[in-house]
């Protein structure tokens, strides 16, 4: 049945022999102990959740849930979290989650900039986390807005002032009491920001009962492991009338053509893809597969658990805190949680005490050690610490004080997670059924092909995901010297130099965490290359009208203004119109964004032109790496004229998904590009240059690296281009079969398509068929439809890859072009164009065993429309989904417990 052409092994390496570099590269990470907090915590994930999420391709290979009635599952996790996150804040409503804490902090700032936008200036706490701090900074540079950093309790708030944000507990541990903040804010006008850490708040009241309109945060410590900097979900939470403004994506609940519960995108006309410059931010990929396994590790250990978890770990703080200030070292005052902030007598003596530990401690500049204790932490860790300090090693700790937990006012009052969900889920068992169950209504590569275009639904090889769950990787903290890194500072070495060979750049970062931060941080490169030059008016940004969502709505973050491009019939960008953009905006060029080939599905004959002809106005040449998986080893972005490029390593290079996320978008760039690129705060990387933080972590999402580490490894340069060969000629045979069924809208100059191609369906809409019918036909069929109505209406784009085999391809052929003749039967009056197989998809079992049938065509039509099917039927778990009710009616906690007995 395989009939995929293999890669050519060469000098590449084969499954075990990667596994086994991975083993020695993870043996040169040397596991310290991490105390150094900062919002990246030890953990423990269930082992439950680890193999039935983590290490299951029913979870981790879906997309975005794009088509609700077969991502139901998913849909529902992540309500489950939003609902999570939602009580643990004290707020109305969450997003689905965001990239990090640092960004999440920045996307606070931006929506006090969004609601307050005659303000200049934005107050935040001198205690915040140094990456978040940066990161705003980085955020806010494009604009004429003031942050102002100081000790918030002290600061003016006036009516300049559009917002604040500070960290509770604060970076050093102390927990501070934010009321009186927040009403001083509050009566002038301006927004309240907190960033939380998520654990701590089922101890201490929560930011909405103390008034707060944002709570923001990381969610790594529920049951993620910290590996050097992510992937893991952070959260953002609001009240309700600032729900339009928050970004990312919401899942919402709505009811189906049936009348049932079902969930849903909400708010879509916030995102990208419909507002474009005007979206609330340029997240795309988020975190979804982490905030999945988060919220089901706050379900396994319900609000009892969770608050003994906190509990403990306080009580490991407190008793910490008592040994250290009897043996006279100063902590410093206020309440704390779980993070102490110590003068010690001898700074030098702790410091090689630890080393000799190996324990990592925050050292802070004024001498202070900052001392953080985690889930995964016991009494033994405790004496360590306590004989790093004192010198005195502990052979029983059982003496260790177990102090009272009291913290007065500023204690939990508000009840969290009371929903039943919460609350039912605590044996292995039932959590084990509960993933399976979740997991049964979601479409993922598990059971078909997904030819989602631009999204490259290609294999994730398991052997590439071996490394997500090796300690060796997963337990680094990200802020650990560099030189206990070694192993991973060798992996970014090799993939880097990689990178640059199949981009044709002269040097890449690893920092950006998805391709949408790629981009910022791309326009951002360019942006200080212009500065830097004398050119700081070279702001507008050139977009085809073909872009992807995300690229206007990143210029608009980088403070671009954005002049539109006219495409051609043909899909290629129009050049008359670029030529009399480039003249008119010559003074002013900054950068053109293009994707290549092109987001038509073609290879653009003019590429090198248009480069040339924006460099000849002075202007830069981002190129949207996303369609790589078409060019690897065949053509290059440096070689053709771009300057910088980001590039989805979750779309080319391997990296899954999850559902919507996790991500990683490093970029290349030309060499003068290289002083431009982006810093660090706190770790100083390869490739580091002047411009500000786009991550929390300096490499980013490092822990799913090496997935495309071990995909090029394995691969070799004759394998990627053998899989870049592969999805063109899939793409090509496709297009070829489909051709005489429906329109291939658009084709190169020599007739042919690149690695994806877009379909019309236009004309079938007098008919009553739109292209939505088709993609809900095709799930009845089993299959996730290909990328609707984008970059052009009415259509389909479909991206095979190289994954699939043959028999695949056809099987999906097969499927649209009986939907083909699906439709003729309704343009010919067959069945009418008001109830028909199209119009009524998708069929849920339940619909079709019902009593009463009175539909004008056969059950066995609907559900077997195929005979294939009659052997391995996928069940969409609702009928069609109701937006507008959604969205009419926004719902974004999990629903009552009488709406799942129905
Ligand atoms: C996927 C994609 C992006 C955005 O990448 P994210 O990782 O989702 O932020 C940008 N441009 C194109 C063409 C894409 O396909």
Sequence with gaps: MRTCPRPTRGTTLAESQVLRRLKQLGDKNDLFRSYIGMGYYGTITPSVIKRCVLQNPGWYTPYTPYQAEVAQGRLESLVNYQTMIQDLTGLDVSNASLLDEATAGAEAFSMAYSINKKRNVFLVDEQLHPQTLALIKTRAEPFEVEIRVGSIEDMEFNEDVMGCLFQYPDTRGIVRDFGDVVKRAHDVGAIAACSADLLSLTLLQAPGDFGCDIAVGAVQRFGIPMGYGGPHAAYIATKEQHMRRLPGRIVG????????????????????????????????????????????????????????????????????????????????????????????????????????????????????????????????????????????????????????????????????????????????????????????????????????????????????????????????????????????????????????????????????????????????????????????????????????????????????????????????????????????????????????????????????????????????????????????????????????????????????????????????????????????????????????????????????????????????????????????????????????????????????VAHEFVVSFAAFKKHGILVQDVAKRLQDFGFHSPTMSWPVNDSLMIEPTESECKTELDRFLDALITIRHEIQEVVDGVYPAEDNVLVNAPHTAGSLLATEWNHSYSRDKAAYPTEWLRQNKFWPAVGRVDDKYGDQNVVCSCPPMETYLD
């Design 253 to 752: 609940v709505t009811k189906d053509s049936n009348g049932n519960k079902a969930y849903r995108l909400a708010l879509q006309t916030r995102e990208t893809h419909i507002r474009r410059d005007k979206a609330t931010s340029n997240i795309c990929t988020a975190q979804a597969l982490l905030a999945n396994m988060s919220a089901l590790y706050g379900m396994y250990h319900g609000a009892d658990g969770l608050k003994q978890i906190a509990t403990r770990v306080h009580r490991l703080a407190l008793a910490t805190k008592s040994e250290l200030v009897s043996a006279g070292h100063r902590v410093s005052d206020g309440l704390f949680f779980d993070t102490l902030h110590v003068y010690p007598k001898d700074l030098a003596e702790v410091k090689a005490r630890a080393a000799d530990k190996q324990i990592n401690f925050r050292y802070f500049d004024d001498g202070a050690v900052g001392v953080s204790f985690d889930e995964a932490m016991t009494e033994r860790d405790v004496a360590d610490v306590i004989a790093v300090f004192t010198g005195v090693e502990r052979a029983d700790c059982s003496d260790l004080a177990c102090p009272e937990v009291d913290f007065g006012a500023l204690a939990r009052k508000s009840a969290f997670m009371t929903h039943p969900i919460f609350n039912t889920l605590h044996s292995e068992t039932e959590l084990m059924r509960y993933c399976k169950y979740l997991e049964n209504k979601d479409v993922s590569l598990v059971h078909s092909m997904i030819p989602l275009g631009s999204c490259t639904m290609k294999l994730n090889a398991a052997t590439e995901m071996e490394v997500v769950t090796m300690d060796e990787f997963a337990a680094l903290h990200p802020f650990a010297p560099s030189e206990q890194a070694k192993g991973y500072w060798e992996m970014f070495d090799e993939i880097t130099e990689d990178l640059c060979k199949i981009t044709g750049y002269d040097a890449v970062t690893m920092h950006p965490n998805s391709g949408a931060q790629g981009e910022l941080a791309g326009l951002m490169t360019i942006r200080g290359y212009h500065i830097a030059n004398g050119n700081p008016q070279r702001k507008v940004c050139l977009i085809p009208a073909s872009a992807h969502g995300t690229n206007p709505a990143t210029a608009a973050m980088a403070g671009m203004k954005i002049v539109a491009v006219k495409n051609c019939g043909d899909g290629a960008i129009d050049m008359d119109d670029l030529a009399a953009k480039c003249e008119k905006h010559s003074k002013e060029l900054g950068a053109i964004m293009v994707t290549y080939p092109s987001t038509y599905g073609v290879f653009d004959e003019n590429i090198v032109e248009i480069c040339d002809m924006v460099h000849k106005h002075g202007g830069q040449v981002y190129l949207d790496g996303a369609n790589m998986n078409a060019q690897c080893m065949l053509c290059r972005p440096g070689d053709y004229g771009a300057d910088v490029s980001h590039l989805n390593l979750h779309k080319t290079f391997c990296i899954p998904h999850g559902g919507g996320g996790p991500g990683m978008g490093p970029i290349g760039v030309k060499k003068h590009l290289i002083p431009h690129l982006p810093s660090h705060p706190i770790i100083e990387g390869p490739n580091q240059g002047s411009g500000g933080p786009i991550a929390a972590a300096p490499f980013g999402s490092s822990l799913i690296t090496p997935i495309s580490w071990s995909y090029i490894r394995m691969m070799g340069a004759r394998g990627l281009r053998n899989a870049s060969a592969v999805a063109v000629l899939h793409a090509n045979y496709m297009a070829d079969r489909l051709a005489e069924h429906y329109p291939v809208t658009y084709r190169g100059a020599k007739g042919r």
